[in-house]
């Protein structure tokens, strides 16, 4: 039996150079492109099927780009549609699914006023029509960005305790999974949330830490993003900012951090940008 070919790690991540601790654009002129907002992205476990939002004078959908033979596919759209936007993309364990959010309506093919989680699974080379991830998770507010345990729990946002649909107060939730199925949404403590915003969280597979936007007090822009780690006694510690070389006067959210831990991606100035993921141990060793 001939053996699979292991794939030059020179080619991982779009072939580009790794970047040190200064944050950097992703993937300039291919990814990152002028008159174009990219957001939301998220690599497969290889290094070789990047997913990402892009949105066009308001208009959101998600593209994709795949090493084949040694060579970056030009990005496709994947999940487009003219009633509605998809944005937020983000893969299960298995890379089964996709999961994003959507103002896709339940019944049909017309659009809502607020954001679900979805997701679409794979069927041999295709992928299925939207799913939507059940009342546990949705509801008639706004859902934002999910990430995932190793186990399959899902963190994300909802702005569920505002007191209309279009507030602006979101908290950050997280919902085991049993037998398939999501559990009822748990919010996270005070440590986390707070009266503000608090949105697009990326959890550690294995819960050391988690990574969100937050728009507070103190802040240096728009929205920057905060970092609390897992305590000894499986609290999670008082949230702290990113920092200097992450935030700025601009918005930075989405953040992901890709399987291997080597690299931290999130979104800022309308880019996406990557840095070292050594920041992260720089971040816990200087709290």
């Not at 364990?93 to 999961?99: A, P, S, V």
């Not at 017309?110 to 989680?117: C, E, L, P």
């Not at 503000?196 to 294995?206: M, Q, W």
């Not at 728009?215 to 949230?239: C, H, V």
Request: with cysteine.
């Amino acid at each position: 039996m001939a053996c699979a070919q292991k794939t030059d790690e020179r080619l991982k991540y779009l072939a580009q150079k790794p970047p040190s601790l200064e944050a950097e654009v992703f993937a300039p002129g291919h990814i990152s492109r002028n008159q174009i907002s990219e957001f939301g992205s998220v690599f497969n476990k290889d290094g070789t099927a990047f997913y990402y939002g892009i949105d066009i004078d308001g208009r959101t959908e998600i593209k994709y780009t795949e090493l084949i033979k040694n060579k970056w596919s030009e990005p496709i759209t994947i999940l487009s549609h003219i009633n509605y936007g998809f944005n937020d993309p983000f893969l299960s364990n298995d890379e089964q699914r996709l999961y994003f959010i959507s103002q896709k309506a339940l019944e049909d093919n017309t659009s809502k006023q607020d954001h679900d989680i979805w997701y679409v699974k794979k069927i041999g080379e295709k992928w299925s029509e939207p799913i939507n991830a059940g009342t546990n998770i949705n509801t008639k507010y706004n859902e934002y960005y999910m990430s995932f345990t190793e186990k399959g729990s899902m963190y994300f946002s909802s702005n569920k305790k505002s007191e209309n649909e279009n507030g602006q107060s979101f908290d950050i939730y997280y919902a085991d999974i049993l037998n398939g199925e999501f559990q009822e949404a748990i919010r996270l403590g005070e440590s986390i949330n707070t009266n503000s915003y608090e949105a697009d969280v990326f959890v550690d597979p294995d819960e050391q830490y988690l990574i969100f936007c937050s728009i507070r007090p103190g802040g240096k822009g728009r929205g920057d993003l905060y970092i609390s780690f897992k305590d000894t006694d499986g609290s999670w510690t008082e949230a702290i900012t990113m920092g200097d070389k992450i935030n700025t006067k601009n918005h930075e959210l989405c953040p992901f951090v890709s399987k291997d831990g080597k690299y931290f991606f999130y979104t800022s100035n309308q880019d996406i940008y990557w840095i070292s993921a050594e920041i992260i141990d720089e971040l816990k060793q200087g709290r």
